[in-house]
């Protein structure tokens, strides 16, 4: 009976920690342009030093390594959630996010600098700006380092470091101050040409992995895990790999310059000791040795002119060439801004991901040409104007607007003092905002006023069957969700932008797997 009990015993509990491995799983979430730590590559694919990183601790520990890029500000509210998918971020370290966060030992030090407009006069800190605005990235570290400096300096945020760069370029503000190893990266790969990086950096801050608030095993795992990619060499491939033709290079300039002024600092220290009795040696050797270290520093110099030289002409052969058409930016902003709702709604689906990481790279790049060419007619002295919007007079155009919809059309209209009427419509569609969050519970209409002879539509798609919906069916009213009118906007949105026919089931498919909702 003992032996019988002791194989129960070990068998359910090799089968539980069979199961604990099983589940083990890294969720790292980031920026989905930030290169080269992270970023969405010319393929569709996920990459990046961080990318790679992640993978290769997950595979020495055991971990399941799940990927997902997306709109920042998403990313760190998952993460923050003790309920959110995110389970592992790269951030840099404050006072403020160790409050809700657990930070493990930094593994970079990464400096901001103030990138201007050429026609702006060069300032070395923000305290110069004085009554000039400055652009930096929403809910970054930028913001916070400005907010904690308790500056008046006004700030205009931006969606990524690329998007503050492109507002400066285009003249909308003339400051921006970001990350300077993405700033000289982007410049050059965008032909900014009309950019400057200054030469002081405002503040350095390290740059760690980060995990929820109270995950101490997680933490220790990922620990342990850059320990033994370091220990194995895996770590400096990696570095090298994402590091070695650009901020190894200018890490090594600087280090040669540091080590070069301590020879001189030590040879002139150890002169001056023997000024007295050997003058003449003294001289001569100092004048030597200054005219050698003039001579390396103009050879680094050059030498590291070059590089940048051949880094550049690497970059212009990617670059592709495209014709613009006139009469375009106005699609390629809307485009651009249903891109970026469909990144933040399906981010965790790879297939859909594909697709709009290419449509969302040849928008960009379209814009860009746009912007080009209209920088050539752009008035020089623009300035941003502000003005105060009459909220009154808004409706009231907003009233004559749908008046002349209605004479268009020949179709009646009226206010809600006359609702009652819809029981005589065939049709009904709710077009307003009432029925989501956070008004789940409300309706505009009684359920009394709907029969089973009408057809009753709703545009807001969450919650997918809403509380005038739900009354509908209850009615026996045919009833359509609001879910079909925004997979068939985005089919129709594909089609017109890409030429191509949209996989329209498999948008669907995630679609409805997304909001967990079964195929009809």
């Known amino acids: 009976m003992r032996y019988v009990f002791l194989f129960l015993f070990l068998f359910s509990t090799s089968s539980l920690f069979?199961?604990?491995?099983?589940?083990?799983?890294?969720?790292?979430?980031?920026?989905?342009?930030?290169?080269?730590?992270?970023?969405?590559?010319?393929?569709?694919?996920?990459?990046?030093?961080?990318?790679?990183?992640?993978?290769?601790?997950?595979?020495?520990?055991?971990?399941?390594?799940?990927?997902?890029?997306?709109?920042?500000?998403?990313?760190?509210?998952?993460?923050?959630?003790?309920?959110?998918?995110?389970?592992?971020?790269?951030?840099?370290?404050?006072?403020?996010?160790?409050?809700?966060?657990?930070f493990l030992p930094h593994h970079d030090v990464v400096s901001y600098v103030i990138v201007r407009n050429k026609k702006s006069p060069p300032i070395k800190s923000i305290s110069q700006l004085k009554n000039e605005p400055i652009v930096v990235t929403a809910n970054a570290i930028a913001e916070e380092y400005i907010k904690k400096e308790d500056s008046p300096i006004k700030m205009i945020q931006s969606v990524t470091d690329l998007h503050a760069l492109k507002i400066i370029a285009s003249k909308r503000c003339n400051y921006a101050l970001i990350n300077q190893y993405t700033a000289h990266k982007f410049i050059e790969e965008h032909n900014f040409d009309n950019l400057a990086v200054s030469?002081?950096?405002?503040?350095?801050?390290?740059?760690?992995?980060?995990?929820?608030?109270?995950?101490?095993?997680?933490?220790?795992?990922?620990?342990?895990?850059?320990n033994r990619i370091k220990e194995n060499g895996i770590y400096s491939e990696l570095y090298v790999k994402w590091f070695d033709n650009e901020k190894e290079a200018y890490t090594l300039l600087l280090n040669r310059l540091k080590w070069a002024s301590i020879i001189l600092l030590s040879i002139i220290f150890v002169v001056g000791s023997w000024i007295f009795t050997l003058r003449k040696q003294v001289q001569r050797k100092t004048r030597n040795l200054l005219e050698e270290a003039k001579e390396r520093h103009k050879m680094q110099k050059l030498l590291f002119q070059k590089n940048e030289e051949l880094e550049k002409r690497n970059y212009e052969l990617d670059k592709f060439v495209y014709s613009v058409s006139h009469n375009v930016r106005s699609p390629i902003a809307s485009a651009l801004g249903l891109v970026s709702v469909i990144q933040l709604e399906f981010e965790d689906n790879v297939n859909l991901s594909f697709y709009v990481s290419n449509i969302g790279k040849s928008l960009h790049k379209l814009d860009y040409y746009v912007n080009k060419i209209l920088a050539y007619v752009a008035n020089k002295n623009f300035k941003i104007k502000k003005e105060r919007i009459h909220f009154d007079g808004l409706v009231a155009q907003l009233i004559e607007e749908a008046k002349f919809l209605v004479e268009?059309?020949?179709?009646?209209?009226?206010d809600l003092s006359?609702?009652?009427?819809?029981?005589?419509?065939?049709?009904?569609?709710?077009?307003?905002?009432?029925?989501?969050?956070?008004?789940?519970?409300?309706?505009?209409?009684?359920?009394?006023?709907?029969?089973?002879?009408?057809?009753?539509?709703?545009?807001?798609?969450?919650?997918?069957?809403?509380?005038?919906?739900?009354?509908?069916?209850?009615?026996?009213?045919?009833?359509?969700?609001?879910?079909?009118?925004?997979?068939?906007?985005?089919?129709?949105?594909?089609?017109?932008?890409?030429?191509?026919?949209?996989?329209?089931?498999?948008?669907?498919?995630?679609?409805y797997e997304h909001f967990k909702i079964p195929s009809a």
Request: charge should be negative; glycine fraction near 8%; hydrophobic fraction near 35%.
């Open 18 to 102: 069979g199961q604990n491995d099983s589940t083990k799983q890294i969720i790292f979430g980031s920026d989905y342009d930030y290169p080269p730590y992270e970023f969405i590559n010319k393929k569709g694919e996920y990459d990046g030093f961080h990318i790679d990183l992640m993978r290769a601790i997950g595979k020495e520990m055991g971990y399941k390594v799940e990927i997902n890029l997306g709109n920042w500000t998403y990313i760190r509210e998952e993460l923050e959630q003790p309920q959110g998918r995110i389970n592992v971020a790269d951030m840099f370290y404050s006072e403020k996010r160790v409050e809700k966060l657990d």
């Open 199 to 226: 030469e002081e950096f405002v503040f350095s801050k390290n740059l760690s992995f980060v995990v929820k608030k109270g995950d101490t095993k997680l933490a220790k795992d990922i620990e342990e895990g850059m």
């Open 408 to 414: 268009k059309f020949r179709c009646p209209a009226a």
């Open 418 to 511: 006359k609702i009652e009427e819809v029981k005589n419509f065939d049709i009904i569609i709710n077009a307003t905002s009432v029925g989501m969050s956070p008004q789940e519970n409300q309706s505009l209409l009684r359920k009394e006023l709907i029969s089973s002879s009408q057809i009753v539509f709703d545009v807001v798609y969450v919650p997918y069957e809403t509380k005038f919906l739900k009354e509908a069916r209850e009615k026996g009213a045919k009833i359509i969700h609001g879910l079909d009118m925004f997979l068939y906007q985005g089919v129709a949105q594909f089609e017109l932008f890409t030429g191509h026919k949209a996989p329209e089931e498999v948008m669907k498919k995630v679609l």
